[in-house]
């Protein structure tokens, strides 16, 4: 199937059914790698925009959702790495699209997002990750964290930007389209609680926590359309480009993988997921949680 057309995203009720089953049981089991090389057409003709998806929890979910067969738009500014994280990946034979995007950008996010519908005919799934860590703004953040008031107001209103008003100006763009279309999906990526209230942590701390709360009333603002908004995070640290050169070698050992993020993104985007809304996913306990999703009445 095409992507791009008005009907790439539609599945029949057997396909929901069977994927609601035993495919759904597999993507629990983490099996993205059988995804990868079997069973690619689990989402096929699905469209998908994943900001910040060159590197880190971006590319891993961008992977694994190419790997299901959907179609995926890798949203980054536009430099000679976006391009070669879109050709390297066309090369294998997967639907990767380049989307040349700031996300601090309104102006730009409005006018991307405008095309790709355009181009596509819809979007299915849009997933807010672009983000900027506490690297950027301490490098020695783990071993001499700095007080808020040592942090310059310059790389506050930066972290702000990136991490809080990107999404909201990526949704903003998207979110018409979705209501126009009657169904679709937003995944925003956050962090562990814990780290929103940690020493040294201005201003990554502030920025996620204020993208939960963003979260939660877009969650509200758009259920009554039929339109799902979820928050999805890895469950601890993980082994990023976010992670300080100076970590111990017994903390570096205790990252978990980018690929954690594999299994419940490429649920979140498949038919099984629909109507779930307003959830916390955290990515290291997804066994547990669709479990108990599962066990759940009217589930």
């Not at 495919?23 to 990868?36: H, K, M, P, S, Y």
């Not at 299901?68 to 990946?89: I, Y």
């Not at 409005?110 to 506490?134: P, Y």
């Amino acid at each position: 199937m095409k992507p791009g057309r008005p009907d790439a995203g539609k599945r029949s009720a057997p396909d929901a059914a069977r994927l609601a089953g035993g495919d759904a049981a597999r993507l629990a089991g983490g099996d993205t790698a059988r995804l990868a090389g079997g069973d690619t057409a689990l989402l096929t003709g699905v469209r998908v925009v994943v900001t910040g998806a060159t590197s880190g929890l971006g590319a891993a979910m961008a992977d694994a959702l190419l790997g299901a067969g959907a179609t995926v738009a890798l949203a980054a500014r536009p430099t000679p790495r976006l391009a070669a994280a879109v050709e390297q990946r066309r090369r294998q034979g997967l639907r990767a699209e380049a989307l040349a995007m700031d996300v601090r950008d309104d102006t730009a996010v409005q006018t991307a997002a405008d095309q790709l519908v355009d181009r596509w005919g819809g979007v299915d799934l849009v997933v807010n990750n672009a983000g900027i860590g506490m690297r950027m703004v301490n490098p020695r953040f783990f071993a001499q964290p700095r007080p808020f008031y040592e942090v310059a107001p310059d790389a506050f209103r930066d972290a702000i930007a990136t991490n809080l008003t990107g999404y909201f100006l990526v949704a903003r763009a998207f979110a018409p389209h979705l209501v126009a279309q009657g169904a679709g999906r937003i995944v925003n990526i956050s962090m562990n609680h814990s780290t929103m209230r940690r020493r040294g942590f201005v201003p990554y701390g502030p920025s996620r926590a204020g993208a939960e709360a963003l979260s939660l009333i877009m969650t509200e603002d758009l259920r009554p359309l039929g339109i799902w908004v979820n928050l999805l995070l890895p469950g601890g640290a993980t082994a990023t480009g976010m992670i300080p050169d100076e970590l111990p070698d017994e903390a570096r050992r205790r990252l978990l993988p980018a690929s954690v993020m594999g299994p419940p993104i490429v649920y979140l985007a498949s038919p099984a997921a629909d109507g779930i809304t307003g959830q916390r996913i955290v990515a290291a306990e997804w066994d547990s949680w669709l479990a108990r999703h599962r066990a759940a009445p009217g589930t």
